[in-house]
Each structure stands twice: as structure tokens, then as C-alpha cells.
């Protein structure tokens, strides 16, 4: 079955990096467009960026991480990566990733970035 494993969440200071990965199996990775949304404590999941698939080409972002956040994929490893900068205290969250198939999506269950000094 379709499986996704978030890794790379932990605590960071405001202005640092982090690093999340995203494993998947259970499917021909390179088949799917993937996402990364996030849920801030008492707030609605969001969308955070995705990317196409294959080569990962197309690659989109919401407007708050335009310029901090970089979404990459490396479909010998079956992976996608989320690389953040200039992390903020409203980065605080659990990020998912999402992989979308046949109109079915599939989530992993998260990984914990929390921002404070």
C-alpha cells in the first residue's frame, strides 16, 4: 500500500534552517505530483508548495514561504525534500507531505517544526 514517511522536524530558532524529507513506497514515485501542507496548533491545515511530476519542472508555493522555502524531489530515492530559510515563529506547525493518485490523496503523519528562541 501507499506509504508516506515525514522526517527532519525539531526545534529551531527564528532566522535558522531545517530540512524535512518525505519517503514514499507503494507506488511509481516519479509518477506523482507531491505536496507539503502544514497545521499550525488551533489552525485549519494549509497548503505550503507542491511539485510536478517526473522531472519536477513546475514547482509552486504559498506566498508566505516564497523565497525561504524550497520544495525538490529525488525519484531515485523515492523522496521529496522541503529545505526552509529564515525560519519565523508562525513557521511553527506539523508539516505533511501529500501524494495525489487516481483522485485519491495520501498523507503521511507529519513532522513537528517548532520556531522559537
Known amino acids: 500500500q501507499v506509504q508516506l514517511v515525514e522526517s527532519g522536524g525539531g526545534l529551531v530558532q527564528p532566522g535558522g534552517s531545517l530540512n524535512l524529507s518525505c519517503v514514499v513506497s507503494?507506488?511509481?514515485?516519479?509518477?506523482?505530483?507531491m505536496s507539503w501542507y502544514r497545521q499550525a496548533p488551533g489552525k485549519e491545515r494549509e497548503w505550503v508548495a507542491s511539485?510536478?511530476?517526473?522531472?519536477?519542472?513546475?514547482?509552486s508555493y504559498v506566498d508566505s514561504v516564497k523565497g525561504r522555502f524550497t520544495i525538490s524531489r529525488d525519484n531515485s530515492k523515492n523522496a521529496m525534500y522541503l529545505h526552509m530559510t529564515s525560519l519565523e515563529p508562525e513557521d511553527t506547525a506539523v508539516y505533511y507531505c501529500?501524494?495525489?493518485?487516481?483522485?485519491?490523496?495520501?498523507w503521511g503523519k507529519g513532522t513537528l517544526v517548532t520556531v522559537s528562541s
Open positions: 507503494g507506488v511509481t514515485f516519479s509518477y506523482h505530483y
Open positions: 511539485i510536478s511530476d517526473d522531472r519536477g519542472d513546475r514547482r
Open positions: 501529500k501524494l495525489s493518485k487516481d483522485a485519491t490523496n495520501y
